[in-house]
C-alpha cells in the first residue's frame, strides 16, 4: 500500500517535528525532506488558505516526504468577565510594555474548524498526518486511510497511547519530559501526567506491546540532538526519532533572531515549563515573561494563547527575548547554526555506523503489518 512503500522508501528514520509560530518554512520543510527524512508543517494556528499556499510551495521545493500536524483543540467554555479582566491584568502589570500593546478580551471561535483546515491536506495528500493534545474523530481517520496517508497522533503516557492504538492510528510519537514545546497531554490540564523521560516512556510502550502481544512502530521524541542520541533510541526500539530544537538553529529556519541567539548562547539559559502563554504547559527558555507571569491568573487553553497574541508578536518582531515564547527541549545547549541537511546527514552517518546496510538497502522505518510478521 501508499503507506508501505512510503516507509520504505524511507533513507533516514527521521522526522522534523512539526513547529508552529514561524519556524518551519518551505525551505526549511524541503531541505529535511530532499535530504531523506521526514519534514514536517504545525499546521494549528493555521487558515484554510495558508495551509494550501504553505504545501504548495514546499512541494515545488521537494518532492520529498512531508507530514502536516494539528491540535486536538478541546471543547471551551467562554471565560467568565472576572476571570478574563483578571487575566488581563495580570499581563498590564508587566514592565516597560510598548503604548502599542492593547489586550483585548479573546472572543469565540479561539481556534479554526479542523474539517477546513483538512480541507488542503486531502488534496495535497502528504505521507504523513500527525496530531497533538489527542485523537481525530474516526472520519478523519477513515479519510485518511482511504487516502494512504500515515496517521500518528503522540503519546504520554501507556493509556494515552493505547487510546491512539485503539483509534487506528498508524504509528505513535512518544514524546518525553524533554521535548520542547507543548506537552502533548490528552488533557489540558495535564491531570495525572507522570512527566517521563524519552527513555522511561519508550521502555514503558514497548513493555506494555510485549505484554498485549501488538505493535506499532513507535517515534522517540524528547531531547535528541544528534546521531548519537538517535542511534541510541532506534537501538532501544524506537522505529524513528523526532527532533524539533535541533532544527530551530538551523541555517534554513525562520525562528527570531532573539530566539536562535538564546540557543545558540548554551551557557547563559535554562529550558522551564510554563502555562503563562498559552494556558498548556509548553517548554521553552527561561524568561522574564515565564518568571512574572508565575501564579498569576491565566485563561483556559487555548483563550490565554489568544489573549497574550499581541505581546508574543510584538517581542518577535522587535528581537526583545523578555515576552517571546522561545520553546525548546532541554538539550538546546548542544544545538548548531548549519544547514537542515547537515543535522539530518549526521542521524544517517550515525545510524549507519550503528546498524551497517548496503545501498539497496536504507535504514527504514516499518509499518505495523510488517513487524508482526517478523
Same mark, same amino acid.
Given at each position: 500500500?501508499?503507506?508501505?512503500?512510503?516507509?520504505?522508501s524511507?533513507?533516514?528514520?527521521?522526522?522534523?517535528?512539526? /513547529?508552529?509560530?514561524?519556524?518551519?518554512?518551505?525551505?526549511?520543510?524541503?531541505?529535511?525532506?530532499?535530504?531523506?527524512?521526514?519534514?514536517?508543517?504545525?499546521?494549528?494556528?493555521?487558515?484554510?488558505?495558508?495551509?494550501?499556499?504553505?504545501?504548495?510551495?514546499?512541494?515545488?521545493?521537494?518532492? %520529498?516526504?512531508?507530514?502536516?500536524?494539528?491540535?486536538?483543540?478541546?471543547?471551551?467554555?467562554?471565560?467568565?468577565?472576572?476571570?478574563?479582566?483578571?487575566? /488581563?491584568?495580570?499581563?498590564?502589570?508587566?514592565?516597560?510594555?510598548?503604548?502599542?500593546?492593547?489586550?483585548?478580551?479573546?472572543?469565540?471561535?479561539?481556534?479554526?474548524?479542523?474539517?477546513?483546515?483538512?480541507?488542503?491536506v486531502?488534496?495535497?495528500?502528504?505521507?504523513?498526518?500527525?496530531? +497533538?493534545?489527542?485523537?481525530?474523530?474516526?472520519?478523519?481517520?477513515?479519510?485518511? !486511510?482511504?487516502?494512504?496517508?500515515?496517521?500518528?497522533?503522540?503519546?504520554?503516557?501507556?493509556?494515552?497511547?493505547?487510546?491512539?492504538?485503539?483509534? %487506528?492510528?498508524?504509528?505513535?510519537?512518544?514524546?518525553?519530559?524533554?521535548?520542547?514545546? +507543548?506537552?502533548?497531554?490528552?488533557?489540558?490540564? %495535564?491531570?495525572?501526567?507522570?512527566?517521563?523521560?524519552?527513555?522511561?516512556?519508550?521502555?514503558?510502550l514497548?513493555?506494555?506491546?510485549?505484554?498485549?502481544?501488538?505493535?506499532?512502530?513507535?517515534?522517540?521524541?524528547?531531547?535528541?540532538?544528534d546521531?548519537?542520541?538517535?542511534?541510541?533510541?532506534?537501538? +532501544?526500539?524506537?522505529?524513528?526519532?523526532?527532533?524539533?530544537?535541533?532544527?530551530?538553529?538551523?541555517?534554513?529556519?525562520t525562528?527570531?533572531?532573539?530566539?536562535?541567539?538564546?540557543?545558540?548562547?548554551?551557557?547563559?539559559?535554562?529550558?522551564?515549563?510554563?502555562?503563562?502563554?498559552?494556558?498548556?504547559?509548553?517548554?521553552?527558555?527561561?524568561?522574564?515573561?515565564?518568571?512574572?507571569?508565575?501564579? !498569576?491568573?491565566?485563561?483556559?487553553?487555548?483563550?490565554?494563547?489568544?489573549?497574550t497574541?499581541?505581546?508574543?508578536?510584538?517581542a518577535?518582531?522587535?528581537?526583545?527575548? *523578555?515576552?517571546?515564547?522561545?520553546?525548546?527541549?532541554?538539550?538546546?545547549? *548542544?544545538? !548548531?547554526?548549519?544547514?537542515?541537511?547537515?543535522?539530518?546527514?549526521?542521524?544517517?552517518k550515525?545510524?549507519?555506523?550503528?546498524?551497517?546496510?548496503?545501498?539497496?538497502?536504507?535504514?527504514?522505518?516499518?509499518?505495523?503489518?510488517?513487524?508482526?510478521?517478523a
Amino acid at each position: 500500500n501508499v503507506m508501505s512503500t512510503f516507509l520504505r522508501s524511507l533513507r533516514v528514520p527521521l522526522i522534523q517535528a512539526p /513547529m508552529a509560530g514561524g519556524i518551519c518554512n518551505p525551505k526549511l520543510v524541503a531541505a529535511v525532506a530532499n535530504a531523506g527524512a521526514i519534514g514536517s508543517f504545525g499546521f494549528a494556528y493555521s487558515k484554510p488558505e495558508s495551509i494550501d499556499e504553505t504545501l504548495v510551495a514546499t512541494r515545488a521545493l521537494t518532492s %520529498g516526504p512531508l507530514n502536516a500536524n494539528f491540535f486536538i483543540f478541546p471543547e471551551v467554555t467562554p471565560p467568565t468577565e472576572e476571570d478574563t479582566a483578571l487575566a /488581563m491584568a495580570a499581563l498590564a502589570e508587566l514592565p516597560d510594555l510598548p503604548a502599542e500593546i492593547q489586550f483585548s478580551a479573546p472572543n469565540p471561535p479561539y481556534f479554526y474548524d479542523l474539517h477546513a483546515q483538512l480541507e488542503p491536506v486531502w488534496r495535497h495528500r502528504p505521507a504523513m498526518l500527525t496530531f +497533538h493534545f489527542g485523537v481525530p474523530p474516526p472520519d478523519i481517520v477513515q479519510h485518511a !486511510k482511504d487516502l494512504g496517508i500515515a496517521l500518528g497522533m503522540t503519546a504520554t503516557s501507556v493509556a494515552e497511547a493505547n487510546a491512539i492504538e485503539r483509534a %487506528g492510528a498508524d504509528f505513535i510519537i512518544a514524546q518525553g519530559a524533554e521535548a520542547g514545546g +507543548h506537552r502533548g497531554t490528552f488533557d489540558p490540564a %495535564g491531570h495525572g501526567d507522570q512527566w517521563l523521560s524519552t527513555d522511561d516512556l519508550l521502555t514503558d510502550l514497548l513493555r506494555d506491546m510485549r505484554a498485549r502481544g501488538t505493535s506499532l512502530p513507535i517515534i522517540a521524541a524528547g531531547g535528541i540532538m544528534d546521531g548519537a542520541d538517535a542511534s541510541r533510541f532506534i537501538r +532501544h526500539g524506537a522505529a524513528a526519532v523526532q527532533m524539533g530544537t535541533a532544527f530551530v538553529t538551523a541555517l534554513e529556519s525562520t525562528a527570531s533572531s532573539a530566539h536562535r541567539a538564546c540557543l545558540l548562547d548554551h551557557n547563559s539559559h535554562t529550558a522551564q515549563f510554563t502555562r503563562a502563554y498559552t494556558g498548556r504547559s509548553a517548554q521553552g527558555i527561561l524568561n522574564d515573561f515565564m518568571r512574572l507571569m508565575e501564579y !498569576k491568573p491565566l485563561l483556559p487553553f487555548p483563550v490565554q494563547a489568544a489573549l497574550t497574541s499581541p505581546l508574543r508578536m510584538w517581542a518577535t518582531m522587535h528581537g526583545d527575548p *523578555r515576552y517571546q515564547a522561545m520553546y525548546c527541549g532541554t538539550g538546546f545547549n *548542544r544545538c !548548531k547554526a548549519v544547514p537542515a541537511a547537515e543535522i539530518v546527514a549526521d542521524i544517517e552517518k550515525a545510524l549507519l555506523q550503528a546498524v551497517p546496510t548496503t545501498p539497496s538497502e536504507p535504514v527504514r522505518l516499518h509499518t505495523a503489518a510488517e513487524q508482526r510478521s517478523a
